[in-house]
């Protein structure tokens, strides 16, 4: 009997190694990135994908050159700045919709957002937690896969940020590129070697001209960051190694005001007069859609999230010389750069802004709730090593909590269960969770059925007719499914559609 109660409580206290977490954890990043890149395949153009993307595919035509898509984008983006806005990098971008290239390419637009959201989130939270807060590197790794999991599975919009090719990299993609600058921009200001000095040198200015060109959320978010690392390495770790940003900055600066400064930001906003706020009371309202937008951006699972990286961060900040020193600090100004999300949306158009738009702004959320709850924890650890160390003799609260290590495996598979239950109990269980969402539409043949319509309407465009009719979709998956056209040809996303095809009117066919 004593002998099976002490075999019970082995099996009650095992604790998964580094190593095993770190290969669970990547596994649930892997099983929740396969539906999102298998729903890819059914992605379809809309809209703006051939406002952009014509300027490219007339330039190919027009030099008979593959190559030239390129000098269409630079048109583009040239043409745009004098006529729409100033986001240089994005429209390039936008302009090099793989369509362009033939429409059974376009899904490479959907894979290309998809990549560089996780490699801006792995790398930047690599080099948060291994070069700037030095730890172990198993442990490290399960926790940023984790929260790389929570970015892809809690994005705002998985319609307009993965699948919708224009209004994708313009956010989420523009958004993986700026975590990018900030994760070489870290390491350059503490790189050994004259070889890699160079390459993130290089890489920095590269990536600060794309970042300081896209869309004003994700260039105002990175211009505050990389001067705040700026400011933290050589003004309050007096490390001369600093200066190497300064360059970079300036690029970043230069291009920032030419984004913010082009002649098409007027013309925009002479569509917008009335709707947005002035520049004051839109900083103002920033932090009041801040503090708004935070229960919807949590939410129970969430929450269970941070629960679960709780122990891991513990574990993960135990070995670590980094002193957690002034969190409050970090809390507020995470939260005004998080706030500053808001801002540009609030000034142009009057609200918080599209859900393109919330996209890079949840992003940004996740990324700082993560970290503060990292620094936070590390903060506590040290609080409680440093009070335990004044005690001798008897065991204190603290020392036994100090000297707790991993959980057991039954705590993750409590956590597993409560993520579950709260799935199940999920009123939208498709929209809540992008994985699931992808999963259901192709499980569902929605997916497939969409896609299928779609080339039936790409061969009907392909025929010698120059006013076409086309029938009304009868499968709208979501995610895929970004809008419709209509009965009158002088509808913008109609015109869009007969100039991509050189059609004189495209219309959808009538109700009977």
Request: glycine share 8%; charged share 15%.
């Amino acid at each position: 009997m004593k002998g099976a109660l002490e075999k019970l409580r082995k099996i009650l206290l095992w604790k998964p190694g580094r190593v095993l977490l770190a290969v669970g954890c990547c596994g649930l990043l892997l099983l929740a990135l396969i539906p999102l890149f298998r729903l890819t395949i059914y992605a379809v153009p809309y809209y703006d994908d051939y406002n952009f993307g014509r300027f490219a595919r007339a330039a190919m035509e027009q030099e008979q050159s593959k190559w030239a898509a390129i000098s269409g984008a630079l048109d583009c983006s040239r043409t745009q700045w004098y006529a729409w806005q100033g986001t240089y990098s994005s429209i390039f971008f936008m302009t090099l919709m793989p369509a362009v290239w033939g429409e059974q390419y376009y899904f490479l637009g959907s894979v290309f957002i998809l990549l560089l959201l996780l490699a801006g989130s792995m790398v930047f939270t690599h080099v948060i937690l291994r070069k700037v807060f030095g730890m172990e590197k198993w442990i490290s790794l399960a926790i940023q896969a984790v929260i790389t999991t929570a970015q892809f599975m809690f994005i705002y919009s998985a319609q307009s940020g993965f699948y919708w090719y224009n209004g994708g990299i313009h956010y989420v993609g523009m958004h993986g590129f700026g975590l990018l600058f900030l994760s070489v921009s870290i390491c350059l200001e503490r790189a050994k070697g004259r070889t890699a000095k160079g390459l993130l040198f290089t890489a920095s200015v590269l990536l600060a001209m794309i970042t300081a060109g896209s869309n004003f959320v994700t260039a105002l978010q990175g211009l505050w960051c990389v001067l705040t690392i700026l400011a933290v390495s050589v003004v309050w770790e007096h490390r001369k190694k600093g200066l190497w940003l300064l360059p970079a900055i300036a690029v970043y600066i230069i291009g920032f005001g030419m984004n913010v400064a082009a002649p098409g930001n007027s013309v925009r906003a002479q569509s917008y007069i009335g709707w947005g706020y002035g520049p004051l009371e839109s900083i103002g309202r920033s932090f009041l859609e801040a503090v708004k937008h935070i229960p919807e951006y949590t939410g129970l699972v969430v929450l269970t999230v941070m629960l679960l990286l709780v122990p891991m961060i513990w574990q993960a900040v135990k070995g670590t010389d980094y002193r957690f020193r002034y969190p409050g600090i970090v809390l507020v100004w995470s939260f005004c750069l998080y706030a500053t999300g808001y801002t540009p949306s609030l000034y142009s158009l009057g609200h918080a802004g599209l859900s393109r738009t919330l996209n890079a702004v949840k992003i940004t959320y996740l990324l700082l709730l993560f970290l503060n709850e990292i620094y936070w924890i590390g903060w506590l650890r040290q609080l409680l090593e440093k009070r335990a160390e004044q005690t001798t003799g008897q065991l204190t609260i603290q020392k036994w909590a100090i000297r707790s290590d991993a959980a057991a495996w039954w705590f993750y598979v409590l956590i597993g269960v409560a993520c579950l239950v709260i799935f199940r109990a999920s009123p939208n269980q498709a929209g809540h969770y992008s994985s699931y969402g992808a999963y259901y539409y192709v499980h569902t043949g929605e997916a497939y059925n969409f896609h299928q319509e779609y080339l039936e309407r790409v061969a009907i465009l392909s025929g010698p007719e120059k006013d076409v009719q086309l029938p009304a979709y009868q499968f709208r998956p979501w995610f895929l499914c970004m809008g419709e056209i209509s009965e009158d040809a002088d509808n913008e996303a109609n015109r869009s559609l007969a100039m991509w095809y050189h059609k004189d009117s495209v219309t959808l066919k009538e109700k009977d």
